[in-house]
C-alpha cells in the first residue's frame, strides 16, 4: 500500500510562488527524521568515494505561499550520530582531528535567503556552523510536491545538495598518499532528502 496520496505541485519547498494554488502550503512544519536522510560524499585515496550520513537531527520549515522571501529553514544535527558503515572510522571522524564532536556536538544551518530558479528548482541561502565557525552555505533544491499521509497530515518534500570545502570550516585533517595526493579530499558534498510535516492549526 502506498504510503502517500500524492497531490503534485509546482513550488519549492523551500520558497512557494506566490501563487493562490499554493497558499494552502504555508505554514510551519516540523522536518521527519524517519522520512528524510542527510549524507555526505567525500573523496578518498583520490580514487573511490566515502559515504555517509547522520541520523540525529530536527528541523523546521516556515513557508509564506504569498511572500516566497520570508520563507525559512532550520536544521541541527548531532555529529555524534555520524555514521559512514565503518565504526573505527566513525571515531575518527568525532574525534578532535574532524569534528571534535565532544567540544562541538552540532551542526546547524539557519536560512537567510531563498529564490526561485525556475520550475521546481529552487535555492536557499544560510549560515552553517560547525566546530564553532559560520559561514554562508547555499543549497540547490528540487521541490517534490505535497501530500496527505495516511494519518492526515499535510507533507511537503524536496532534495538538495551542496558543497563545501571542509577546510573553510577547520577540519583541516589529512595524510599524504606515497603516490602523490592526499588521504581525504577537502570539497564534500552534502545531500538533503528532506519529508516535513505540517504543524495543525492553533485553536
Do not use: C
Not at 494554488?21 to 585515496?45: C, E, N
Not at 582531528?97 to 536557499?124: C, K, N, Q, V, W
Request: proline share 3%; charged share 25%.
Amino acid at each position: 500500500m502506498a504510503l502517500f496520496n500524492r497531490k503534485r505541485t509546482t513550488a519549492p519547498a523551500a520558497v512557494l510562488d506566490a501563487d493562490p494554488a499554493l497558499a494552502a502550503l504555508t505554514g510551519d512544519y516540523t522536518i521527519d527524521p524517519a522520512h528524510s536522510s542527510i549524507g555526505f560524499t567525500v573523496r578518498h585515496a583520490m580514487v573511490t568515494n566515502v559515504r555517509g550520513s547522520f541520523g540525529d537531527y530536527a528541523g523546521t520549515l516556515g513557508l509564506d505561499g504569498s511572500d516566497p522571501s520570508r520563507s525559512t529553514a532550520s536544521l541541527d544535527i548531532k555529529i555524534a550520530s555520524i555514521d559512514s558503515g565503518i565504526a573505527d572510522r566513525d571515531a575518527h571522524l568525532r574525534s578532535a582531528d574532524f569534528f571534535d564532536a565532544e567540544t562541538f556536538p552540532l551542526m546547524t544551518f539557519r536560512s537567510t535567503a531563498a529564490e526561485h530558479l525556475g520550475g521546481d528548482r529552487y535555492r536557499i541561502t544560510g549560515d552553517l556552523t560547525l566546530r564553532d565557525v559560520t559561514k554562508p552555505l547555499t543549497i540547490d533544491l528540487t521541490f517534490n510536491g505535497s501530500a496527505t499521509d495516511v494519518y492526515g497530515s499535510e507533507r511537503v518534500g524536496f532534495e538538495g545538495n551542496a558543497e563545501i570545502l571542509r577546510s573553510d570550516w577547520g577540519l583541516t585533517w589529512n595524510a599524504a598518499l606515497e603516490a602523490g595526493g592526499v588521504m581525504v579530499s577537502d570539497k564534500a558534498k552534502l545531500t538533503f532528502d528532506i519529508s516535513a510535516v505540517k504543524a495543525a492549526p492553533q485553536a
